[in-house]
C-alpha cells in the first residue's frame, strides 16, 4: 500500500490521491487502510515519502556498482538517464513523489518533515560516493545537494516542456564540473581500481553499460515494485 501510495502521487498529487485509489491500486481491502494506518492519509502519505527516500538511496548504490570507474558526473548522468529513460518509454505524467508531497502538503509540518528526511536519505549516499570517489569529504555533502537539487529542477521543468532536454542539458553541463571537484592525485587511484577489476572480470558489468550504468533502465514507476518488496519496510510487502 506504500508503494502504490507512491505511485499515485507521482502520477496524480497528494490531493487527487485518496485511500480509496491506494486500496484499489494496491488490490487491498479498505479495511486493511484503517488497521495499518490509524493517522489517515497523512500516515499513509508521509509513509509513502520516506519510501521514496529510500528507494532514491539504494538507487545510488546500484549506480556505482555498475560502473566500471565511477565518476561524480557519471554517477549525476545515472541518476538523470533514470528520469530520461521513463519520460521516454512512458510520457511525462511521472514526477517525483516527494517532490510532489512537498508542494502539496506544504501546511502540514509532519508532511514537509517527511519530505525533508526523504531528500536527506537521498543525499546522503551520494556524498559518500562522491567522498568515495575523491571529492574532499567537506565539499562532498554541498555537491550532493546541488546534484539532487538540480535534478529536481530539470525534472520539473521537462515536465511543463514535456521534452527531456533540461535533464540531458544539466547532465552535459555539471558532469564536468562535479568531475572537477576530485582532488588531484585521486583520478589516478580510480583508473588503478577500475583496471584491476576490468582485468580480474569485475569491470565487465560496468563497460557493458556504458558510462551512466546500467540499473538505469529500471525508472521508479511501477515496474520497480519487484525489485523493492522486502527492502522498503513498513507496510508495501502487507499489502501484496
Same mark, same amino acid.
Given at each position: 500500500m506504500v508503494f502504490s501510495a507512491a505511485q499515485l502521487i507521482r502520477?496524480?498529487?497528494?490531493?487527487?490521491?485518496?485511500?480509496?485509489?491506494?486500496?484499489?491500486?494496491?488490490?487491498?481491502p479498505r479495511g486493511s487502510l484503517q488497521h495499518y494506518f490509524p493517522g489517515g492519509k497523512e500516515q499513509l502519505v508521509n509513509e509513502a515519502v520516506e519510501w521514496?527516500?529510500?528507494?532514491?538511496?539504494?538507487?545510488?548504490?546500484?549506480?556505482?556498482?555498475?560502473?566500471?570507474?565511477?565518476?561524480?558526473?557519471?554517477?549525476?548522468?545515472a541518476m538523470v538517464r533514470q528520469w530520461t529513460d521513463e519520460f521516454r518509454s512512458a510520457g511525462f505524467a511521472g514526477g517525483c513523489p516527494v517532490a510532489a508531497a512537498?508542494?502539496?502538503?506544504?501546511?502540514?509540518?509532519a508532511s514537509t518533515r517527511a519530505a525533508a528526511d526523504a531528500f536527506a536519505c537521498w543525499r546522503?549516499?551520494?556524498?559518500?560516493e562522491l567522498a568515495a570517489m575523491g571529492v574532499p569529504s567537506r565539499k562532498a555533502g554541498g555537491l550532493a545537494t546541488l546534484m539532487v537539487s538540480a535534478l529536481e529542477g530539470a525534472?520539473?521543468?521537462?515536465?511543463?516542456?514535456?521534452?527531456?532536454?533540461?535533464?540531458?542539458?544539466?547532465?552535459?553541463?555539471?558532469?564536468?564540473?562535479?568531475?572537477?571537484?576530485?582532488?588531484? !592525485?585521486q583520478e589516478v587511484?580510480?583508473?588503478?581500481? *577500475?583496471?584491476? /577489476?576490468? #582485468?580480474? %572480470?569485475?569491470? =565487465?558489468?560496468?563497460?557493458?553499460?556504458g558510462p551512466a550504468g546500467s540499473a538505469v533502465q529500471d525508472v521508479? !514507476?511501477?515496474?520497480?515494485?519487484?525489485?523493492?518488496? *522486502?527492502?522498503? /519496510?513498513? #507496510?508495501? %510487502?502487507?499489502? =501484496?
Open positions: 502520477r496524480d498529487g497528494v490531493t487527487a490521491t485518496g485511500l480509496r485509489e491506494v486500496a484499489a491500486h494496491a488490490g487491498a521514496a527516500g529510500r528507494y532514491a538511496a539504494a538507487r545510488v548504490d546500484r549506480f556505482v556498482a555498475a560502473m566500471s570507474r565511477p565518476t561524480p558526473g557519471g554517477l549525476f548522468a512537498t508542494v502539496d502538503c506544504a501546511d502540514s509540518v546522503r549516499p551520494v556524498a559518500r525534472i520539473l521543468m521537462a515536465k511543463a516542456e514535456q521534452n527531456v532536454r533540461p535533464l540531458t542539458t544539466v547532465a552535459r553541463e555539471l558532469g564536468p564540473y562535479l568531475d572537477s571537484c576530485v582532488e588531484s !592525485g587511484v580510480q583508473d588503478q581500481v *577500475g583496471a584491476q /577489476g576490468e #582485468h580480474g %572480470g569485475a569491470g =565487465q558489468a560496468g563497460d557493458q553499460a521508479p !514507476g511501477e515496474g520497480a515494485q519487484a525489485e523493492v518488496e *522486502g527492502r522498503a /519496510g513498513g #507496510h508495501v %510487502g502487507e499489502s =501484496q
